[in-house]
């Protein structure tokens, strides 16, 4: 019974979300369709904004990645991660997550191929995925649409709660499937 009123809520929710804001703007005399046009001439201007942060980003991570630098940063870490009971198939994701969102999860799926997702890997970096974000991409695209440049206690904030995530996730999945 239960699940099935889930579903069914889950099923219309979006859809209801569509109907209700725009009826409540109409109720409320809002201009709703020039709100909306204002707005996504707004978004297009921002995203038209950022794509130089964009470009700096996926340069920096190719180069990163290409150059080796990733493998030997694995091989440095790997003593200390093994020792924190972390596999070393996922200190790639790791090291990558706070760069690009979706370059990590095409290594996640790469690892759910090869080592199945119900095995301790494919759960460590499904748990990784959860508890970490991607700091720099949010820092450059979010930070860099509004203008703001002095973000250096951000980036340690946020590398400091990704490498948090990383901990968290690894006592979690030894404490949990282990």
């Keep these: 019974m239960l699940y099935s009123l889930l579903t069914l809520i889950s099923k219309w929710a979006i859809p209801s979300l569509l109907l209700v804001i725009p009826v409540y703007g109409y109720l409320k005399k809002v201009p709703v369709y020039e709100s909306f046009v204002e707005g996504a001439e707004e978004g297009f201007t921002t995203a038209v904004k950022i794509i130089p942060f964009l470009v700096g980003m996926m340069v920096a991570i190719s180069v990163f990645r290409a150059s080796g630098a990733m493998d030997y940063l694995s091989q440095v870490l790997n003593p200390i991660t093994s020792a924190l009971g972390a596999p070393s198939e996922v200190l790639p994701l790791a ?84």
Excluded: H, W
């Design 95 to 178: 090291l990558m997550r706070p760069l690009s969102g979706s370059g990590v999860l095409g290594m996640a799926t790469e690892l759910m191929r090869i080592y199945g997702p119900d095995s301790f890997i494919g759960r460590v970096a499904s748990v990784m995925q959860g508890t970490t974000d991607t700091t720099f991409f949010v820092l450059t695209v979010y930070f860099g649409s509004v203008g703001i440049k002095k973000y250096r206690y951000c980036i340690a904030t946020g590398l400091t709660a990704d490498i948090t995530g990383f901990i968290a996730s690894l006592y979690i999945c030894n404490l949990l499937f282990r």
